[in-house]
């Protein structure tokens, strides 16, 4: 028996659109990774794991929220960077006011500055747009 709810999941999440979800993971653990490595040196990775994950979480929850509702995975998207990049963008900008409001919560370290969600609007977004893009130039 389907419901709606299967329904509308089954539309936005497909199979052959699995590879962009671990090169959105890639692109954004590598965003956070590179402010991290900014902000407190290479070694807060070997030495503040947690740290660093504090960082990551919010967000990759966000985006695991959000990127399938959107449509992120959906069939469309994994046809062509001219449909997948828009689809990214789209789920990028609530994914991170989710990511934002998690990190100004009493359950992550870091809280949240009007700075620090601008350049991670800017950043997330062109990382996602760039793995994007070149997973399909790469890939076909």
Known sequence: MSTTEESFLARRIDASAAPLALVDVLALAAVFTVGVINHNGVEYLS???IGW???LVPFLVGWAIVAPLIGAYSAGA??????AIPLAIRAWIPAAVI????RAS???SGGFQL???V?????GGVALVAGRWL????FG
Do not use: D, N, R, W
């Open 47 to 49: 030495t503040q794991p």
């Open 53 to 55: 994950l504090s960082t």
């Open 78 to 83: 994994a046809e062509s960077a001219k449909a």
């Open 99 to 102: 990511g934002f409001v998690l």
């Open 106 to 108: 009493p359950f992550f």
């Open 115 to 117: 700075s620090f969600g």
């Open 119 to 123: 350049v991670m609007l800017l950043t």
């Open 135 to 138: 997973f399909f130039k790469i």
